[in-house]
């Protein structure tokens, strides 16, 4: 029998959120937070929507999640999303002390590796899980808003 809740699973919703993203004209990044194979907090893109550059997706989960957990610590939380996180996410997730980043497409050039920084040292980090899916929305976006220019 297989197991439903695996990491590609979560990525798919991860993905769901990207999509939610995309439709309001945000770059299609999205994010579930899951604690026991539960999912305690979903977020995409918002700072077109809300005017603010600190909304990405990662930042709008991990608020989410501290407040369902009740506290601002996110162990033994991993944490799925569409784009590797940028230098501000990877330190709000180092901060956070989450067990395990997965994330799906790279970012060759703003993503926190190519930058330097560093994430909590417990912190489990893999990726490429459907990352050719992610990849294609977020060239579609692009494409698609070029085209609009």
Known sequence: M????????FMRKA????????????IPVGVVVVINNQIIARGHNLTETLNDITAHAEMQA???????????YLKDCSMYVSLEPCQ?????????QISKLIFAAEDEQRGYRKTGVKLHPKTEVKSGILAEEASS?????????RNLN
């Open 2 to 9: 297989l197991q439903p809740y695996n990491d590609e699973y």
């Open 15 to 26: 993905l769901e959120e990207a999509e939610k993203a995309f439709e309001r004209g945000e």
């Open 62 to 72: 991990i608020t989410a999640a501290a407040s369902f957990l009740g506290g601002k």
């Open 88 to 96: 501000m996410c990877a330190g709000a997730l180092y901060w956070s």
């Open 137 to 145: 929305l977020l060239k579609r976006f692009f494409i698609e808003r």
